[in-house]
């Protein structure tokens, strides 16, 4: 079963600063089939990324993901207030169907 | 227009069984895969299961199979995630999810999931 772990836990930033979220894989995941969600308090998760690095719609071009294998990474240039969330990585394709990263707060500085 | 409407909040005593529906409107109903994701107060998301109701196949993480059962009425667009056993540690929103299906040489595969439901909050206590 593949384990994604992400880091850091906590990153706290400016708005306008740049964001660089990791999600490591336990082992590497075929055909890139990784997501990135974004979740606000009592909120449903957003769908932002999938297949790593495409954006979903009327996502923000301030959000690009990529890397491969078992290294992804979620970048967000420029924070506006409205990016501060909890953001998740997920596989999708292998057994079990979905994993889940553990979750990264981005918090204002 | 999307749209995942799922049922209301539940309170449930330890060791009963609760079922949350979720009504999906936009899109034909059979030509989409459903899935069910929870979430503890304050902790993570976590897959439970998920059916491609066309199909009738139905997929279980390991955590719940044998205590979750996830099944689809096509005639009323409805899917159904059914938690038997309730513990205290099933206290969590229910979230419903999908994504158009996609089958080819006879699998089906799981994908992104860009629609979500509202959640539904199921309370367990004694």
């Known amino acids: 079963e593949i384990v994604l772990t992400q880091s850091p836990g906590t990153l706290s930033l400016s708005p306008g600063e740049r964001a660089s979220l990791f999600c490591r894989a336990s082992e590497s995941i075929s055909s890139s089939l990784l997501a990135w969600y974004q979740q606000k308090p009592g909120q449903a998760p957003r769908l932002l990324i999938y297949d790593t690095s495409s954006r979903a719609s009327g996502i923000s071009d301030r959000f690009r993901g990529s890397g491969s294998g078992t290294l992804f990474t979620l970048t967000i240039s420029r924070l506006e207030p409205e990016d501060f969330a909890v953001y998740y990585c997920q596989q999708y394709g292998s057994s079990p169907l979905y994993t889940f990263g553990q979750g990264t707060k981005l918090e204002i500085k | 227009q999307v749209q995942l409407v799922q049922s209301g909040a539940e309170v449930k005593k330890t060791g009963s069984s609760v079922t949350v529906s979720c009504k999906a409107s936009?899109?034909?109903?059979?030509?989409?895969?459903f899935n069910w994701v929870r979430q503890a107060p304050g902790q993570g998301l976590e897959w439970m299961g998920g059916?491609?109701?066309?199909?009738?196949?139905?997929n279980y993480a390991r955590k719940f199979q044998g205590r979750v059962t996830i099944s689809a009425d096509k005639s009323s667009s409805l899917a159904y995630m059914e938690l038997s056993s309730l513990r205290s540690d099933d206290t969590a929103v229910y979230y419903c999810a999908r994504h158009p299906r996609y089958c080819s040489g006879g699998t089906c595969h799981s994908k992104q999931l860009p629609d979500w439901g509202q959640g539904t909050l199921v309370t367990v206590s004694s």
């Open positions: 059916i491609i109701p066309v199909f009738n196949i139905t």
């Open positions: 936009g899109g034909t109903f059979t030509t989409y895969a």
